[in-house]
């Protein structure tokens, strides 16, 4: 069984920096290409960034680029999201997401974690 | 502002149908034919409901189905029942940045 179980949300002040993780298991990791979106509190999701299964190919959403780095780590079945300068705009719950080799699509989720930028 | 449009929401008494419509643009709906739809209970995993446009897959009812027209994916799920009261949001892939875009959500109400 596929799962996905993000952690490391929490409350930042503005300018801090928080270090999501996303542990997954139940598929070999290294094949899949993996993704961050997240949900602002009232707002609909927002593609945030992606990594390739290679953990080298990597893309950003223009909001975070600069800020936000993915990376992940095939021995701990992890990928992470590593957010500097936080702005009140970051506060969202994140979701990681596994990408299909199928389709071009996301086939499994976490069931997020929030991050508060709040002083 | 979603880049995908959904309905806010929906209702429905149990065994009717309802249909949820997710409008996009000729980039991402219109463009391809991976546009995927996803059932969510707050505070647990999103689950995949559909994917490439009208493809279930394996364990989802086939109460579940999707559809395209355009820059318009819809999901209908007939026969309600009270366990399909959730929120409903589309995903589309678009090619190019920003790569995957989404729905605001719709909530389903089961009366």
């Known amino acids: 069984e596929v799962q996905l179980l993000e952690s490391g949300g929490g409350l930042v002040q503005p300018g801090g920096s928080l270090r999501l993780s996303c542990a997954a298991s139940?598929?070999?990791?290294?094949?899949?290409?993996m993704t961050w979106v997240r949900q602002a509190p009232g707002k609909g999701l927002e593609w945030v960034s992606s990594?390739?299964?290679?953990?080298?190919?990597?893309f950003y959403a223009d909001s975070v680029k600069g800020r936000f780095t993915i990376s992940s780590d095939s021995s701990k079945n992890t990928v992470f999201l590593l957010m500097n300068s936080l702005r009140a705009e970051d506060t969202a719950v994140y979701y990681c997401?596994?990408?299909?080799?199928?389709?071009?699509?996301?086939?499994?989720w976490g069931q997020g974690t929030l991050v508060t930028v709040s002083s | 502002q979603s880049a995908l449009t959904q309905p806010r929401s929906v209702s429905g008494s149990p065994g009717q149908s309802v249909t949820i419509s997710c409008t996009g643009t000729s980039s991402d709906v219109g463009g391809y034919n991976y546009v995927s739809w996803y059932q969510h209970h707050p505070g647990k995993a999103p689950k995949l409901m559909i994917y490439d446009v009208n493809k279930r897959p394996s364990g989802v009812p086939d109460r579940f189905s999707g559809s395209k027209s355009g820059n318009a994916a819809s999901l209908t799920i007939s026969g309600l029942q009270a366990d399909d009261e959730a929120d409903y949001f589309c995903s589309s892939y678009a090619g190019t940045y920003p790569y995957w875009v989404f729905g605001g959500g719709t909530k389903l109400t089961v009366l």
């Open positions: 139940g598929f070999t990791f290294r094949n899949y290409a």
């Open positions: 990594i390739d299964g290679t953990g080298i190919v990597t």
């Open positions: 997401a596994k990408q299909s080799t199928v389709t071009k699509l996301h086939d499994y």
